[in-house]
């Protein structure tokens, strides 16, 4: 009976939960692969294997990576996944990157040396138009030579999205008609 009651009051709370966020703001945020076999990479190498960019570590280059979208007529928010495969950053060398949407920079974040693994990050900005939208991660420092670089994931197992949230029919700001679906 305890164990009944408890399944019973988790199911509540979930539903009570989802019942907050307006349903039409669940779906509104359109996955894409980034970085991808689409996107244009600089770096020392560019495209290194089947599933691995870079070797980023120069502003001065204008080391990034940018792909176009398409999607909602206007976003407010993003969550971009990215995956450092290789890391031979030293000496406390970091790559410090900048994320970019259609000249915009809503978020900024660092790859510190020895770090391998996932990066998540989500940002809300002020609404950007579109429906097209050009994301760029560009590195906004020059690592001093010697101290190494590191690589992205951009196919593979590895985590690499972005996720672009459309500005929901319900917000009176928003100037463009409202998005009520995948793309």
Same mark, same amino acid.
């Given at each position: ?15 009570? %939960?989802? &019942?907050? +966020? ?6 509104? #945020?359109?996955?894409? !692969? ?56 030293? %000496?406390? &060398?970091? +790559? ?6 259609? #000249?915009?920079?809503? !978020? ?76």
């Amino acid at each position: 009976m305890l164990r009944l009651a408890r399944t019973w009051i988790l199911a509540l709370l979930a539903a009570c %939960s989802l &019942a907050l +966020v307006p349903s039409s703001a669940m779906a509104l #945020g359109a996955s894409y !692969d980034f970085p991808s076999s689409n996107s244009t990479v600089v770096a020392s190498v560019g495209f290194i294997d089947s599933d691995e960019v870079g070797f980023f570590w120069s502003a001065e280059r204008g080391d990034r990576v940018t792909e176009t979208f398409i999607g909602a007529p206007a976003i407010w928010r993003v969550v971009l996944r990215l995956e450092v495969v290789f890391n031979v950053l030293n %000496s406390g &060398a970091q +790559v410090d990157w900048d994320l970019v949407i259609n #000249g915009n920079v809503v !978020d900024s974040f660092v790859v510190q040396q020895g770090f391998i693994g996932p990066i998540v990050r989500m940002a809300t900005f002020p609404h950007i138009k579109g429906p097209v939208y050009t994301v760029t991660i560009r590195v906004t420092n020059t690592v001093p030579g010697g101290q190494g670089s590191h690589s992205l994931a951009y196919a593979g197992a590895f985590e690499h999205s972005i996720q672009l949230f459309g500005v929901p029919c319900s917000d009176p700001r928003i100037m463009a008609p409202c998005w009520v679906g995948k793309p």
